[in-house]
């Protein structure tokens, strides 16, 4: 059965810090630095950690996280940040040690995907992760019968889908942590 996360009762955290807001800060330090680069922007992002396949394919596989925290459009991590904050409330559900592993594995996860059936060389951002909490939210919703709650995800489900279909997106990384988001909430329910 679920029990409610409570303020202070994790051993790493403070009640005032959160991992969403860590993520927060951490991606606009190494945005501000991508940005500060000139024209050469993706050289920078390498430097950072983004997904570089040649790189990983040597053994840098920690790139399948660092991606995350790697936007060079400010675009991107102005929408990827929007999404985040607005889940931040699963913390308070998850705590932040299981809001930390569904959000970080699920980029893993999407980079794991992207990996396996994707040619691209480069890409950025912590939308596998962002994917994994939506399709992990979906998942509780169903869970709890929260009829309401679905019709309010089931849009931004749709809209982030279409999103799928633009050039230059990396659709993998999105299925990937979708999939990885609901698997590692499916076991939290199943702990909790």
């Known amino acids: 059965m679920y029990r409610p996360y409570t303020a202070g009762s994790s051993p790493i955290l403070s009640e005032g810090l959160s ?4 993520v927060l800060i951490l991606c606009g330090i190494v945005f501000f630095y991508i940005a500060s680069g000139g024209s050469d922007k993706t050289a920078r992002a390498v430097r950072c950690g983004c997904y570089d396949r040649e790189r990983i394919r040597q053994g840098q596989w920690w790139r399948m996280l660092t991606v995350g925290f ?6 991107h991590i102005a929408m990827n940040l929007l999404a985040l904050y607005n889940l931040r409330a699963l913390e308070n559900f998850f705590g932040h040690a299981w809001f930390a592993g569904i959000l970080l594995g699920s980029v893993v996860g999407g980079s794991l995907l992207e990996y396996a059936i994707s040619r691209v060389r480069y890409s950025v951002g912590l939308s596998g992760g962002l994917y994994g909490l939506m399709f992990g939210y979906f998942l509780i919703l169903i869970s709890y019968h929260s009829v309401s709650g679905l019709r309010s995800i089931a849009m931004t489900l749709v809209l982030n889908l279409f999103i799928n279909f ?3 997106i990396a659709w993998q990384a999105h299925v990937g942590g979708a999939v990885t988001g609901m698997i590692l909430t499916e076991v939290f329910l199943l702990l909790h």
């Open 19 to 22: 991992v969403w807001l860590i």
């Open 166 to 168: 633009m050039p230059g």
């Open 70 to 75: 790697t936007h060079i459009q400010p675009w």
